[in-house]
């Protein structure tokens, strides 16, 4: 009987022991899912000189979801080796005060590239006596009725112009209509010369300013000049020099 304890226990340790010794299995783990790589943006490449792509905006609403982001990008008028047509309506300001000169035109724009244009422009302009040339016209002739002695004073009107000219675009940007529309608009820089006929004959004018251009659309502009000009008129006592500045308004369409 004792005997048969013994083996009994001994029996029991054995398979403890076997069991303790056994290898333990381990639990493997799937691995964890590689998280998507964040999209890479090379702004070299992707950045114009007015904003972004779409990544960028993809990026710029994930930064802050709640604020729209309207980039803007390229330009949407190509003028390269484009032609543009246009009319325009303006005043001359200065030069002499018993005149008031108005005038229409045309111009003519070659596009070499966004930013240099050479052109043509014509000018006919119509005059009439301002308030104080009507007063010293009405009194000079007065007196001259009633035998006095009067001056009349000398005008020499101008009747028509044509010039050349060569434009310079170093700015431009688009403008946001209440988010309806994306304009763009460009300042530019103007300089040339030519000739301008007055009432004594012709002569020779140079002209410099600056004008401002907005594409309403691929084709159509609204423009604004504003020009100093100057040339050499004929009166009775001799040549003088005319200083004026004109300021026109227009639209062209690109061809």
Same mark, same amino acid.
């Given at each position: 009987?004792?005997?048969?304890?013994?083996?009994?226990?001994?029996?029991?340790?054995? +398979?403890?022991?076997?069991?303790?010794? +056994?290898?333990?299995?381990?639990?493997?783990?799937?691995?964890?899912?590689?998280?998507?790589?964040?999209?890479?943006?090379?702004?070299?490449?992707?950045?114009?000189?007015?904003? /972004?792509?779409?990544?960028?905006?993809?990026?710029?609403?994930?930064?802050?979801?709640?604020?729209?982001?309207?980039?803007?990008?390229?330009?949407?008028?190509?003028?390269?080796?484009?032609?543009?047509?246009?009319?325009?309506?303006?005043?001359?300001?200065?030069?002499?005060?018993?005149?008031?000169?108005?005038?229409?035109?045309?111009?003519?724009?070659?596009?070499?590239?966004?930013?240099?244009?050479?052109?043509?422009?014509?000018?006919?302009?119509?005059?009439?006596?301002?308030?104080?040339?009507?007063?010293?016209?009405?009194?000079?002739?007065?007196?001259?009725?009633?035998?006095?002695?009067?001056?009349?004073?000398? @005008?020499?009107?101008?009747?028509?112009?044509?010039?050349?000219?060569?434009?310079?675009?170093?700015?431009?940007?688009?403008?946001?209509?209440?988010?309806? +529309?994306?304009?763009?608009?460009?300042?530019?820089?103007?300089?040339?010369?030519?000739?301008?006929?007055?009432?004594?004959?012709?002569?020779? @004018?140079?002209?410099?300013?600056? /004008?401002? /251009?907005?594409?309403?659309?691929?084709?159509?502009?609204?423009?604004?000049?504003?020009?100093?000009?100057?040339?050499?008129?004929?009166?009775?006592?001799?040549?003088?020099?005319?200083?004026?500045?004109? +300021?026109?308004?227009?639209?062209?369409?690109?061809?």
């Amino acid at each position: 009987m004792k005997t048969l304890k013994v083996l009994t226990l001994s029996t029991l340790l054995l +398979a403890s022991l076997s069991v303790a010794a +056994a290898p333990k299995t381990t639990k493997k783990t799937a691995p964890a899912p590689q998280q998507q790589q964040a999209k890479q943006i090379d702004f070299n490449k992707d950045v114009d000189g007015l904003g /972004g792509n779409d990544a960028l905006m993809e990026m710029s609403e994930r930064l802050n979801p709640e604020t729209k982001s309207r980039i803007v990008q390229d330009r949407i008028v190509d003028r390269h080796n484009r032609l543009e047509v246009g009319i325009n309506y303006g005043g001359v300001m200065g030069g002499t005060t018993y005149v008031q000169t108005q005038n229409i035109g045309a111009t003519l724009d070659f596009h070499l590239t966004p930013r240099w244009s050479i052109g043509a422009r014509y000018y006919s302009y119509q005059n009439q006596e301002t308030p104080e040339g009507k007063r010293i016209y009405d009194e000079a002739l007065a007196n001259k009725n009633n035998g006095l002695s009067s001056t009349i004073v000398d @005008i020499d009107r101008p009747q028509n112009a044509t010039m050349g000219t060569i434009n310079w675009y170093p700015v431009y940007g688009k403008i946001n209509f209440f988010d309806k +529309a994306i304009a763009q608009f460009d300042f530019y820089l103007l300089a040339g010369g030519g000739q301008i006929v007055l009432e004594s004959g012709p002569t020779g @004018i140079a002209t410099a300013g600056l /004008g401002f /251009g907005l594409w309403m659309t691929k084709h159509v502009s609204a423009r604004a000049e504003i020009r100093y000009q100057a040339y050499k008129d004929q009166i009775v006592t001799g040549s003088r020099d005319i200083n004026s500045a004109a +300021a026109t308004i227009g639209l062209g369409w690109i061809l």
